[in-house]
């Protein structure tokens, strides 16, 4: 059963135009979510993250928006860079519950020069 | 301040065999935990260990086992080494446990042989 999903297992995006990654989850006990990007032969590195009393967070190039009525959660980059081509995990978590972090499969974000 | 280091990077091993896995934390950083990552199925919990008491535990065979010590730093061990066992395996670290974001090491792929 897996509880964070990302559906799509790859995206290309051309350099300067938007890349909007997405994540949807079932457990509505999840209220902490976060992105992680990892490149080939490193460990992933933690990118933004949102909690569930907001809507939509904020980070340089990077936003994320949250549809807690959807479950349902997007990562934004503006503009889109070749640096930015890796592997994007949404994950999720309970607040305070001190349980792990339940990762997605990952999103394969290319950006073409 | 000096990251997650897990060592070794690389290991190859051939079926039937055991093998050890180190991490070292963040400093300061009491809680560990493991995960598997192999493609196409993101990153999988293992163990979290939490002031040398294994706090929670993924759905894999008892073949997993860790430990943490008095410093924080953690093994995990498997034994019986199956084809199926090669991945990335990723040591993550965070100040008290999860639901924040945790700091992860590089790695260390192992591949059965």
């Known amino acids: 059963d897996q509880q964070v999903k990302q559906n799509s297992p790859s995206l290309s995006v051309q350099e300067g135009r938007i890349s909007i990654l997405n994540c949807d989850y079932t457990?509505?006990?999840?209220?902490?979510f976060l992105w992680y990007k990892k490149y080939p032969a490193e460990g992933p590195t933690f990118l933004i993250s949102i909690s569930s009393i907001k809507d939509k967070n904020e980070d340089g190039r990077f936003t994320v928006f949250l549809n807690k009525s959807a479950k349902h959660l997007s990562l934004h980059i503006v503009p889109s860079q070749p640096g930015d081509s890796a592997v994007y995990f949404c994950a999720a978590s309970v607040l305070g519950g001190n349980t792990p972090l339940v990762f997605g499969k990952g999103t394969r974000l290319s950006v073409i020069a | 301040k000096a990251g997650v280091t897990q060592t070794p990077r690389y290991l190859i091993k051939t079926r039937g065999q055991q093998v050890t896995l180190s991490c070292s934390p963040i400093s300061g950083h009491r809680s560990v935990s493991w995960y598997q990552q192999t493609p196409g199925q993101g990153l999988q919990f293992l163990f979290e260990?939490?002031?040398?008491?294994?706090?929670n535990k993924g759905n894999f065979p008892g073949r997993f086992s860790g430990r943490q010590f008095s410093n924080s730093r953690s093994e995990m061990n498997v034994s019986t080494l199956e084809l199926g066992d090669s991945a990335l395996y990723l040591c993550?670290?965070?100040?008290?446990?999860?639901?924040?974001?945790?700091?992860f090491g590089q790695g260390t792929r192992l591949t059965v042989v």
């Open positions: 993550a670290s965070s100040i008290q446990g999860f639901s924040t974001e945790a700091f």
């Open positions: 260990y939490f002031s040398e008491t294994q706090r």
């Open positions: 457990n509505s006990m999840f209220d902490y």
